[in-house]
């Protein structure tokens, strides 16, 4: 018996060490909370009851700790003493204090606090690094704290911008730190190199508990070089600020690895989030992922596309209203975002009025003049448009030449330019393909008003450069998970179909309307010189205006008096 009670003892040890080694829970009202070295502790603490953090048994071998907080949104506040004061303690959402460990020293306190009223669920965790490790924001000389491992984040509806202070070589227990801004040799921190990784939460997934568990990944070097991106790699001579494209309601989480190159080691800076929106707003928080006006627009502009798709080019009027929507919309968007800073709402209201003048124009265009080329030519620029988006998007975004402006626009109006003139010796096909492939992509755009998917920042991206001076500099990157995928086989089957649809019909038949104000001319021609023709006798339009008017006129005028109405007799 004494032998079973053994094995069943020891088999209950062996479960609990594999249900949980790396994470724990907590309780705000203990008051202590006991952490181990690389084990994630959840908890939720509460503003009146501060929470004092242990670490005990620090090996030897450890040189210096870095202990990290994370929460979604609300801010805590860790510190090295009950007193917070600027340069021993940080607040925020992601937070991290380095502790540099004196001789024979085994036991490490931080005191954690929630900034708001309300209870904050959180999770931390300690890590331990040697002597030969470097030490992150070890030559921080921006920051408040004289050691800070924490990255800066900062948001707005153009790009994201991350901030970071140097990290300085490691050194022993016990011993004076290298100097940070003596010389610049392999001997000093100026050998150091830092590679910037992006690592995307799953996409329309805003829950706590998932962000929380992603963070765990992009905690340590080994874990975050196997699931992150490395977006780029910068030398001590670069400047420690990053750009990406800002992703709204879509999390994302941004991380640094310090690498000594001539010790082969590295460490990690505290993981920081966003998911560039706020989850405290009266309007338009991260909840609402887009405006009312938003999905309005767009409805309404994925229905005429999606008519476009099928009939365009049976309906040729309606898909030059649709193109000259599109040209004039864009270009009329940002004429006056750049000019007049005037509500999102009355903006977007303003570019569906100047869309439609536009679309209007075009029509009447053709009406009059009949200029074929003229017309093929803004379809094909503004499936060129597209296709260069798309280039851009898929491939040649983050290449280091199109940075510049001058590079980046004059490509893109290339490849714009070269899609009409490779399809002049087939104006059918290429209006078809327009109408099929910029149809169906309208209601991608439909789609993202409701539910986030990145294929909407194939044109997002172009329209953020044209809008912002700034964005040249920032990395756009996009996540492509499954709901990219499903909607970019909804855009594939919705474009085959209808090119397929309108080539198969439109076999046999002229390849182009003819010319509208010609056959208009002939038929008022025809009508005066045919005296049989009932409408010979209709009366000019001009007549009939007056007439009309005429009628109208007397409608409103009261019935004057006749008089007496017999003869007087004499």
């Known amino acids: 018996m004494e032998l079973l009670r053994l094995l069943v003892l020891a088999v209950l040890a062996l479960e609990q060490g594999v249900a949980g080694p790396t994470e724990t829970v907590g309780n705000s009202s203990e008051g202590l909370l006991e952490f181990s070295l690389g084990k994630f502790r959840y908890f939720k603490l509460n503003k009146p009851f501060p929470e004092e953090a242990v670490l005990r048994d620090i090996s030897s071998n450890a040189t210096f700790l870095i ?45 954690l606090e929630a900034a708001d009223a309300e209870p904050v669920q959180s999770m931390a965790v300690p890590l331990s690094y040697s002597e030969r490790d470097p030490v992150p924001g070890g030559c921080n000389l921006e920051f408040d704290l004289d050691i800070d491992p924490n990255i800066y984040l900062e948001y707005n509806f153009f790009e994201i911008s991350i901030k970071f202070a140097p990290a300085n070589l490691g050194y022993a227990r016990g011993t004076d730190p290298p100097p940070c801004d003596v010389g610049m040799g392999q001997d000093s921190r100026w050998r150091l190199r830092y590679d910037v990784y992006q690592y995307f939460l799953p996409e329309n997934d805003l829950t706590e508990q998932v962000l929380l568990k992603h963070l765990q990944r992009m905690v340590e070097v080994p874990q975050v070089k196997a699931n992150a991106i490395k977006v ?87 898909e030059l209203f649709f193109i000259g929507f599109i040209f004039m919309g864009f270009f009329f968007y940002i004429l006056i975002t750049r000019l007049i800073p005037i509500k999102y709402d009355v903006r977007l209201i303003l570019t569906a009025i100047a869309g439609s003048v536009g679309g209007i124009f075009l029509v009447a265009t053709w009406w009059r003049f009949g200029i074929l080329m003229l017309c093929m030519l803004c379809v094909g620029l503004v499936l060129g448009f597209l296709i260069s988006s798309v280039i851009f998007f898929a491939l040649l975004g983050n290449v280091k030449i199109f940075r510049d402006d001058v590079v980046f626009w004059m490509t893109f109006s290339c490849i714009a330019i070269i899609i009409p003139l490779v399809f002049m010796g087939c104006l059918r096909i290429l209006n078809i393909l327009t109408c099929g492939i910029i149809g169906s992509y309208s209601v991608v755009l439909a789609v993202d008003s409701y539910l986030y998917t990145s294929l909407s920042y194939i044109t997002l991206n172009v329209l953020k450069r044209a809008l912002n001076t700034d964005f040249h500099r920032a ?30 019909r439109e076999r046999g038949q002229p390849f ?47 019935e004057q008096s006749a008089g007496e109405r017999t003869p007087l007799l004499l």
């Not at 994370?70 to 502790?99: A, E, I, M, R």
């Not at 001579?237 to 082969?264: A, C, E, H, M």
């Not at 010189?529 to 409608?555: M, V």
């Open 67 to 111: 202990f990290q907080i994370h929460s979604q949104y609300q801010n805590t506040t860790v510190s090295f003493s009950k007193t917070l004061l600027p340069s021993t303690s940080g607040t925020g959402t992601d937070k991290g204090l380095v502790f540099i460990l004196r001789p024979e020293q085994s036991m490490c306190t931080w005191y």
């Open 232 to 318: 780029v790699t910068l030398t001590a001579n670069d400047k420690t600020s990053i750009y990406f494209s800002s992703l709204r309601v879509q999390g994302v989480i941004y991380n640094v690895i310090v690498w000594d190159p001539l010790l082969n080691t590295s460490a990690a800076y505290v993981p920081v989030h966003t998911y560039a929106c706020s989850f405290k707003a009266m309007e338009g928080d991260c909840s609402s992922l887009g405006r009312v006006s938003t999905k309005v627009f767009f409805t309404v502009f994925a229905l005429l596309g999606l008519f476009i798709c099928f009939f365009g080019h049976r309906f040729w009027k309606t």
């Open 475 to 504: 990395f756009t990157n996009v996540p492509f998970q499954t709901t990219d995928f499903i909607i970019l086989a909804v855009w594939g089957m919705l474009a085959v179909s209808g090119i397929t649809l309108q080539i198969r």
């Open 512 to 558: 182009f309307p003819p010319h509208p104000y010609k056959l208009w001319k002939r038929e008022r021609e025809r009508r005066v010189t045919n005296i049989l023709d009932p409408s010979y006798h209709i009366p000019p339009l001009r007549e009939r205006l007056y007439g009309r008017l005429a009628q109208i006129k007397e409608f409103f005028q009261e």
